[in-house]
């Protein structure tokens, strides 16, 4: 089982940017593809951005291609999001995630991850 711990959230203008950072331990994160969903308030949680094992394959939601970038660096067990051009409808409770099995593909459902950290806020103002 892996522990995820986000950070780099926080309250930002309209077409700022922010970075989060996502740490991860207790299992072999470099085998693993992984990936950041968001919940805002009232909704569903939904998929951002996932990213394969290796970081060589990337997937990333309609609402945000062309303006955030996941990456990853396998030697320090960190994933990120760069956000850039925010928007006020980007506000949400941010969650990195890894996927069930090891050596994947991006995937973009919910049910395909099977570790979560807590959250990290973003609140992007108009």
């Known amino acids: 089982q892996v522990q995820l711990a986000e950070s780099g959230g926080g309250s930002v203008q309209a077409g700022g940017s922010l970075r989060l950072s996502c740490g991860a331990s207790g299992q072999t994160f470099s085998q693993y593809a992984m990936g950041w969903l968001r919940q805002a308030p009232g909704k569903e949680r939904e998929f951002v951005a996932s990213?394969?094992?290796?970081?060589?394959?990337?997937l990333y939601s309609d609402s945000v291609k062309g303006r955030f970038t996941i990456s990853r660096d396998n030697t320090k067990n960190t994933l990120y999001l760069q956000m850039n051009s925010l928007k006020p409808e980007d506000t949400a409770v941010y969650y990195c995630a890894c996927d069930w099995a090891p050596w994947g593909v991006p995937r973009d459902l919910p049910g395909d991850f099977g570790s979560w950290g807590q959250g990290t806020q973003v609140t992007v103002s108009s």
């Open positions: 990213i394969s094992w290796s970081g060589g394959s990337t």
